[in-house]
């Protein structure tokens, strides 16, 4: 099993729609979860980040929490064209603060207009 | 804003070759992460620095791949010798270490390198 899995998609989702993008892991103890945003040919960057149970939201992104089922999932309201990327969680282990972060393999959304 | 610098930005060299990638985190951020990224998998760390120590070097090949951080700022990744399977982006990322801010990477721009 992996530490980090995510469905690899391509998740296509019409603009101004919800997109749904999920994640599991496995280290029962870890306390903080990321989603970063990559678009082709560049580098990822932070959008979210999460380390209670239930909803964060920020803008037209919301994160959500469930460590007794160990998923964490991204929100993406109001689609746009821009929001067409991949998206990775990440995770790292839960026995000290600057660790070992693991990423998924990330999930190509595709919006389409 | 501050930024993670990386170059070169591409990089196209012959197996057998040498290659290196340097890295200058953001000021002040203590850890400072490899990864390498093939096309459509997730970045795969291979190796982590806290100040000028290495705290994992796992999943680094050693026999071929090594990592510097001599003075704990800026860090110089080298491959020797190439080979195919090494082309990939490599990212650079760094973090403060410690806080909230422990796990919150902020990336360069990546190297890209193709090994002919």
């Known amino acids: 099993q992996k530490e980090v899995e995510q469905n690899s998609g391509p998740l296509s989702v019409p603009e101004g729609a919800i997109a749904s993008l999920n994640c599991t892991y496995s280290?029962?103890?870890?306390?903080?979860f990321f989603w970063y945003r990559q678009y082709s040919g560049k580098s990822p960057e932070l959008i979210m980040s999460?380390?209670?149970?239930g909803d964060k939201e920020d803008g037209r992104f919301t994160a959500q929490l469930n460590k007794a089922s160990q998923y964490v999932s991204l929100l993406i309201r109001d689609s746009q064209p821009s929001d067409s990327a991949t998206y990775l969680c990440?995770?790292?282990?839960?026995?000290?603060?600057?660790?070992?972060?693991?990423f998924g393999s990330g999930t190509r959304l595709s919006i389409r207009p | 804003e501050a930024e993670v610098a990386q170059s070169p930005r591409y990089k196209i060299t012959e197996k057998s070759q040498a290659v290196a990638f340097w890295c200058d985190p953001i000021?002040?951020?203590?850890?400072l992460y490899w990864y390498r990224q093939i096309l459509g998998q997730g970045p795969e760390l291979l190796v982590q620095?806290?100040?000028?120590?290495?705290?994992?070097d796992s999943q680094l090949p050693k026999d071929r791949f090594s990592a510097e951080r001599l003075k704990g700022v800026d860090s110089t990744l080298k491959i020797q010798p190439a080979e195919l399977g090494d082309s990939a982006m490599y990212l650079c990322?760094?973090?403060?270490?410690?806080?909230?801010?422990?796990?919150?990477?902020?990336f360069g721009a990546g190297s890209r390198l193709t090994v002919l």
């Open positions: 990322a760094s973090s403060s270490g410690t806080g909230t801010g422990a796990n919150v990477l902020t």
């Open positions: 280290d029962r103890v870890s306390q903080s």
């Open positions: 999460i380390y209670s149970n």
């Open positions: 990440a995770v790292p282990p839960g026995y000290s603060s600057a660790s070992k972060i693991i």
């Open positions: 000021s002040g951020h203590a850890t």
């Open positions: 620095f806290q100040d000028e120590s290495v705290v994992d």
